[in-house]
């Protein structure tokens, strides 16, 4: 098989295609959960907290000297990212736990028994008809 036959084998399996749009759904979703985090969740506990912006929350390493930016250490951002990730990581994890419980209900879940055969069909006729005579 040719490198370019198994290259394309490769690249349109389900797998890969699948993958990808996992990638990117998560790429959106990471984007919604940063918004919720830094509009939604932070400003409160920075009111409950005496009104702390947590996005401008620094360590000041090296002032600004002339056209020089200051050198900072922003501890606030680093927090902001934290709770980014362990909101998604909790949604990762409930989303998980459902499929996993889905998963075992359809294991559990009784087999229906298989259709009988044409073979099994006409031997209960014939049985049914010696019951008869």
Not at 23 to 28: F, H, L, V
Not at 67 to 82: E, H, W
Request: hydrophobic fraction near 55%; charged fraction near 20%; charge should be neutral.
């Amino acid at each position: 098989m040719g490198m370019m036959s198994e290259f394309k084998e490769f690249a349109v399996k389900g797998n890969v295609v699948d993958m990808a749009v996992g990638i990117i759904i998560g790429g959106a979703f990471g984007k919604i959960v940063t918004s919720f985090v830094s509009d939604v969740v932070m400003p409160p506990i920075g009111v409950l907290m005496g009104g702390v912006d947590f996005s401008n929350l620094a360590i000041v390493v090296k002032e600004a000297v002339d056209k020089k930016p200051a050198v900072l250490i922003s501890y606030g951002k680093f927090l902001m990212t934290v709770i980014d990730f362990a909101i998604i990581a909790f949604v990762i994890f409930m989303a998980i736990k459902a499929i996993n419980s889905l998963k075992k209900k359809e294991a559990e879940a009784p087999a229906a028994p298989p259709a009988p055969t044409k073979e099994e069909l006409l031997l209960t006729d014939i049985r049914d008809l010696l019951k008869n005579k």
